[in-house]
Nanobody, 127 residues
């Protein structure tokens, strides 16, 4: 079971990035997915989550209206489209997965409920 987060980079404020979370060794079909981030000196925080059926989503207030989470089960990948990026979005972004056993509309926004984690991808937003 492996998750690979990618798509991070250096971007100017106001720019966009799309993060990808690809799974290998298992299918994401029956998994709720979450994106979390951790900035230097700060605690990890939830960013966005999506249910295993893709219908329900959650966004932290700080990213609402700017970030969009989506999933493509055919590609076994979940995406986080990040627009209007701000310097305070700078962090390492992690994706995480938790099996739900079947397709459900439950979103899971608590990091410690996710057993599977990717290695993280760095996002740096310059002012």
């Amino acid at each position: 079971v492996q998750l690979q987060a990618s798509g991070g980079g250096l971007v100017q404020a106001g720019g966009s990035l799309r993060l990808s979370c690809a799974a290998s060794g298992f299918t994401l079909d029956y998994h709720a997915i979450g994106w979390f981030r951790q900035a230097p000196g700060k605690e990890r925080e939830e960013v966005s989550c999506i249910s295993s059926n893709g219908i329900s989503t959650y966004y932290a207030d700080s990213v609402k209206g700017r970030f969009t989470i989506s999933r493509d089960n055919a590609k076994n990948t979940v995406y986080l489209q990040m627009n209007s990026l701000k310097p305070e979005d700078t962090a390492i972004y992690y994706c995480a997965a938790r099996t739900t056993g079947y397709r459900t509309n439950i979103v899971i926004a608590t990091a410690n409920r996710y057993p599977y984690w990717g290695q993280g991808t760095q996002v740096t937003v310059s002012s």
